[in-house]
Every structure is written in structure tokens, then in C-alpha cells.
């Protein structure tokens, strides 16, 4: 854990973390990663044999989270850090800002169940936005709405992935 110390000038000093604390993050990607993998072999698959299965995209994003968490432990843990790349200390606003993200998270998929996707991709969206710092109506309107529209059109029409 990284503690603050006061030296003899009287300013504050974050102690470096150690390689576990730097290796947390890309574990639980590849932790998830390897749930997304075992989760897609559930999909089931048609008897029309197409070029991709329904098991394509979610095989996909599981190994590239794979991947990517891979490559940040590399990067984070089996190298020596860079100097002056000091950890900041956590705080309670950002513990609040990763509870109501995994709440936004968990609403969004209890109101999928009851309400059409648009709807309740777009509000996550803005959700999302306003917990990370966004504000205006570019941040909380204009941007939920444009990328809802692209994975609607994607998906929905494109792909024909019932929503």
C-alpha cells in the first residue's frame, strides 16, 4: 500500500507501490477476459452454417481483454517502473465514482429486461458521462445518443442481434 511520509522540507511523498498493487488491474482483465471466453461457449449456435458464429464478438472481445491485460502487466509489473511515475493516492470520491459506475452497470442490465435497448443504453451512457466529469449537452445528450445509434445500427440492423 502506498502511504504518505513527510520528510524534513515538510511536503508529502507517495511511496512507491510494489509490483502485486501494480499487477491488481491486469489480473482482473484477464479474469474477465477468461469469463467472456467461458460465457461465449453458452451461446448458442445456429444449424446454418454461416462464416461467423453468434460466439464470434464475444470470443473476440474476451481474448483481446486477454491480450491487452497481458500486455499492461508487462508493461505495469515485469518491467522496472518509469521514474517519476509516483501512484496518486485513492480518495472517497473515487471509490463512490467506482461504485455508482458497477450500479449504473447493474441498473442498465435489471432495465434492459424490461425496457427497449436504445432507451436504456443511451441513459447509461449519460449516466456514465455525468460520473466521469462530463457535463454540457454535447457530453450528456448529444454523445449517449450518437453511439447508441451506431451499436443500434450495428447491431440491431446490421448484424441482426436481437435488442
Do not use: H, N
Not at 17 to 30: E, F, Q, T
Not at 31 to 53: K, M
Not at 134 to 156: D, E, H, M, N, S
Amino acid at each position: 500500500m502506498s502511504l504518505p511520509t513527510e520528510p524534513s522540507g515538510g511536503s508529502i511523498v507517495m511511496l512507491s507501490p510494489g509490483r502485486g498493487r501494480a499487477l491488481v488491474g491486469p489480473l482482473c482483465g484477464i479474469a474477465a477476459g477468461a469469463l467472456v471466453l467461458l460465457l461465449a461457449q453458452s451461446v448458442p449456435v445456429p444449424e446454418v452454417e454461416s462464416q461467423f458464429s453468434p460466439r464470434w464478438w464475444p470470443q473476440l472481445s474476451g481474448a483481446a481483454m486477454i491480450l491487452f491485460s497481458l500486455a499492461a502487466a508487462f508493461k505495469d509489473g515485469l518491467r522496472p517502473a518509469a521514474s517519476g511515475g509516483e501512484v496518486e493516492a485513492g480518495s472517497r470520491a473515487g471509490t463512490v465514482r467506482i461504485a455508482l459506475v458497477f450500479a449504473a452497470v447493474a441498473a442498465y442490465g435489471a432495465a434492459w429486461l424490461v425496457f427497449d435497448f436504445r432507451l436504456v443504453t443511451a441513459l447509461l451512457l449519460a449516466a456514465l458521462v455525468a460520473i466521469g466529469g462530463g457535463r454540457g449537452w454535447k457530453g450528456l445528450v448529444l454523445f449517449p445518443l450518437i453511439v447508441t445509434l451506431v451499436l443500434w445500427l450495428l447491431f440491431g440492423l446490421l448484424l441482426r442481434v436481437p435488442v
